[in-house]
T-cell receptor, first 113, second 116 residues
Framework: GDSVTQMEGPVTLSEEAFLTINCTYTATGYPSLFWYVQYPGEGLQLLLKATKADDKGSNKGFEATYRKETTSFHLEKGSVQVSDSAVYFCALSPNNQGGKLIFGQGTELSVKP | GAVVSQHPSWVICKSGTSVKIECRSLDFQATTMFWYRQFPKQSLMLMATSNEGSKATYEQGVEKDKFLINHASLTLSTLTVTSAHPEDSSFYIC????????????FGPGTRLTVT
């Protein structure tokens, strides 16, 4: 079945460091891909998405490119801030399944000043 | 816009009792609502999908007689954990879609259930 695998955390970085969180997926057809963020004590929020191959999603300095050839959707940010500390979830939505989401296991990011 | 609330935010109940969790879309009509379970440091596991006025569709391995889902209106879905046991202790999250005519899911803040 469809699945999402993302790099294990926790990831600890210093402020202004470069961030990459790897995400790969297995799916039939052409799913949509998402990154969600969960700040401490809050619900999941959509960070960015891409709906077709080679699309780049971006928001708040974060970017991810839908790579069909490598079945990947890695999250990147050039310079992280302490306020980016959160848990990040990669997810896919299979085609024609009414918006159902399949999540990766989440990666906890801690940014130190 | 597109705000989803859950109530209660946390609940403690005794083993063998039932507990109901509410999920509301506050500013849009949710054609579909989803219920997830999240274990500590783990991913969200989809439990069931419900459409307003229809029976919920449960994922494989989820006991539908234990986790009763009702989606009686376009702004309210409830999850009732019946005859709760300590292993049901978890973080339950709902989401709703249908805002702006899209499939995008908007998530509630979650409910922490502890069964003693």
């Amino acid at each position: 079945g469809d699945s999402v695998t993302q790099m294990e955390g926790p990831v600890t970085l210093s402020e202004e460091a470069f961030l990459t969180i790897n995400c790969t997926y297995t799916a039939t057809g052409y799913p949509s891909l998402f990154w969600y963020v969960q700040y401490p004590g809050e619900g999941l929020q959509l960070l960015l998405k891409a709906t077709k191959a080679d699309d780049k999603g971006s928001n708040k300095g974060f970017e991810a490119t839908y790579r069909k050839e490598t079945t990947s959707f890695h999250l990147e940010k050039g310079s992280v801030q302490v306020s980016d500390s959160a848990v990040y979830f990669c997810a896919l939505s299979p085609n024609n399944q009414g918006g159902k989401l399949i999540f990766g296991q989440g990666t906890e990011l801690s940014v130190k000043p | 816009g597109a705000v989803v609330s859950q109530h209660p935010s946390w609940v403690i109940c005794k083993s063998g009792t039932s507990v109901k969790i509410e999920c509301r879309s506050l500013d849009f009509q949710a054609t579909t609502m989803f219920w997830y379970r999240q274990f500590p440091k783990q991913s969200l596991m989809l439990m069931a999908t419900s459409n307003e006025g229809s029976k919920a569709t449960y994922e494989q391995g989820v006991e539908k007689d234990k986790f009763l889902i009702n989606h009686a209106s376009l702004t309210l879905s409830t999850l009732t954990v019946t005859s709760a046991h300590p292993e049901d202790s978890s973080f339950y999250i709902c989401s709703a879609s249908g805002a702006y005519g899209s499939y995008e899911q908007y998530f509630g803040p979650g409910t922490r259930l502890t069964v003693t």
